[in-house]
């Protein structure tokens, strides 16, 4: 018997989205094998178009929805090993167009040090009002 694992593939997001559906907005940050025993903490932004950047999702051990325009529609779509760190927008609206950011932070517990490890996955999301089928 051989043994099998799982590859990790960084694809990019989709980048539209369609009103009143749920969209998976993906980050995927792949680990060396070194990094599993890795603490992951997760950081979910949204920056309205002229606006600020805004914490809106975070993750370290427990899901933590932050209080926002999304309240309630925010729901964790990642992985148990912490490579894929996505997260769903549950039922988009039109203001839900703009800038989202997932900083992935992993501290590494080593003896004498800790070092941090951290990468950042941007999306430029656009919410249409119905889908364009692809024929």
Known sequence: ???CSAVCVEVPSETEAVQGKDMKLLCISCMKREEVTATTMVEW???PDGGKDE???????????????FSGRLQ???SKDMQDVSITVVNVTLNDSG????N?????????????FTSSR???LTVVE???EDL
Do not use: D, Q
């Not at 914490?55 to 325009?69: A, V």
């Not at 800038?99 to 997932?102: L, N, P, R």
């Open 1 to 3: 018997a051989g043994f």
């Open 45 to 47: 932004y949204y920056r």
């Open 55 to 69: 914490l809106i999702y975070k993750h370290k051990n427990t899901n933590h929805e932050l209080p926002s325009r």
């Open 76 to 78: 964790w779509n990642g």
């Open 99 to 102: 800038v989202y950011t997932c």
């Open 104 to 116: 992935i932070t992993r501290e590494f517990e080593f003896e004498i040090h800790r070092p941090l």
């Open 122 to 124: 941007t999306i430029h």
């Open 130 to 132: 119905e889908g364009t």
